[in-house]
Nanobody, 117 residues
Framework: QRQVVESGGGLAQSGGSLTLTCTASGFRAIAMAWYRQTPGNQREMVARITSRCRTNYADSTEGRFTISRDYAEDAVHLQMNALKPSDTGVYYC?????????????WGRGTQVTVSS
């Protein structure tokens, strides 16, 4: 079976840190990304890493987040530092199988991140 599983979410204080982990199994992911969603809003990309380890970050990360790929474990990590309440949301892992829009995309079920003031 094809699975995308996130972990590492939780409650953090403003200025604290959390590390999210996403593991893909049952298929080959060439690129992986983290998205954040809050009630009533669309999912927005937070960070993405390609098969060549090129990275992209949302402006809102402000240099505070780092995405990394662990190919040996088929996992991607998101290190979040200096957290702010605006970082709160459900973080979803997106696993991409190709560059074409038709290429299958698999999503995890999300992990909650809550940052208190």
């Amino acid at each position: 079976q094809r699975q995308v599983v996130e972990s590492g979410g939780g409650l953090a204080q403003s200025g604290g840190s959390l590390t999210l982990t996403c593991t893909a199994s049952g298929f080959r992911a060439i690129a992986m990304a983290w998205y954040r969603q809050t009630p009533g809003n669309q999912r927005e990309m937070v960070a993405r890493i390609t098969s060549r380890c090129r990275t992209n970050y949302a402006d809102s990360t402000e240099g505070r987040f780092t995405i990394s790929r662990d190919y040996a474990e088929d996992a991607v990590h998101l290190q979040m530092n200096a957290l702010k309440p605006s970082d709160t949301g459900v973080y979803y892992c997106k696993a991409e199988t190709g560059v074409a829009v038709e290429a299958p995309v698999y999503w995890g079920r999300g992990t909650q991140v809550t940052v208190s003031s």
